[in-house]
């Protein structure tokens, strides 16, 4: 069974050192996120676990606050199983072969259940939520949430950013993808969605919530297949076996996607790296927390590598696939940091004939409708290596004949360049090596077989 203790046993042995307790008292309202983006300039991304913070209503956390859990390609590697250094295309194929699986859930007693262990107040306000960005509106939760289809009974399973507006309400801002669905089918029924919050689980958990499935998929079935075990489950304090939780999660907040209500939500520092801009966005009403003992408060340095990368090392395995699937000889894909983990595909092939790169490119457009701009390369180029991509394109793409632009496609709502808009323009760049272009041979040193003095 995993979650988030077998993690931190994992994480402690694969990389010894990398988990640093900061016993120093630090204030949920920026103080925190200040230091892991001090860290960050530093380029360090330790797994940190803040032990004297305070709530939201003032007084000292019942709970200590983990971060940086996803805050490295080694990082995620380890949620897997992985070592640390396996954090390039061995984590992409991992991810494709986990993906593929299914694992039907298991349904356990209440007694049994870890995040059972207390029922508390369903007040927010006793909770160390953090204030991320200094023009934040004020305190998120950036957790992921759960939901049954009302129609089909599948679940889903996702990240949404959710302002906390007061003890008991919290506003939710989705893309219009699969719970934005739900919701407005109950709200047709002026019925209101039965929703829940996980606060920390193992981080494969939270890398399936972000595995690309179709809206008639189960997504608990998926996270299990991920995590290669099936997912615990326990019925909710709210809605009993209308919706089903995460039994082995550290704290579930539990509420209802209240319709017709809506709520000021925004601005937020996202994943773009700009504040989403404000807007009216429905209401949760909270009705239940229930929690560990002693159990820990997981949250997102939001609109920063750990953010970037939970969106996008997921994702990289589907598209790979998806690729796969058109243009079998593909060797890798990554979407770098640098395009916020969604904007930015590059993708490598053992190249055949001409078109080849755009076709892997249009496969890529489809298995993400957040890719903006697609680089293709030759497979001596290692996608993971930014330089290499970087180099590839200034020497071997010609503007007028390597470069495609499509118009008025399906993107993000956050996108910055066109905010609230769920379209905009997408771009292809063929960088591999043009048959008709006689390319002199790159240059190559001679592999040294000594030791290094």
Known sequence: MQDLRTYLETARRLAPGNYLEITEAHDINLEVCALVGKLE??????????????????EPSKFPILMNAFASRGACAMALGLPPEKSGLDLVLEFQRREARREKPLVIRRQEAPVKEVVADPNLFHLPILTHHLEDKGPYLTMTWSARDPDTGVYNSSFHRCYVRDPNHVVMFFERRHLWDYYVRAERRNEPLPVACVIGHHPAYYLGNCVLTGITEDEYESIGGLMGEPLRLVPSETFGE????????????????????????????DFTGFYGAASESPMVE????????????????????????????PKEGSIYRKVQSIVPTVTGVCLPISGAGRFHCYISIEKRCDGEPKLAAMAAFTASELIKHVIVVDHDIDVYDEEQVLWAMASRVDAATDIEILNRVKGSRLDPVHPGKDWGSKLIIDACENDDIDFPNRIATAEYRREIP
């Open 242 to 269: 209308e919706l089903l939780v995460p039994a082995d999660a550290e704290m579930i907040i539990e509420g209802r996607l209240l319709p017709q209500e809506r709520g000021a939500e925004g601005p937020f520092g």
């Open 286 to 313: 909270i009705t239940a927390i229930t929690h560990r003992r002693d159990a820990y408060c997981m949250s997102i340095f939001v609109g920063h590598p750990e953010h970037r990368l939970l969106g996008a090392i």
């Open 41 to 58: 300039k530093q380029r360090r991304y330790p797994l940190l676990c803040f032990t004297k913070i305070n709530d939201l209503s003032g």
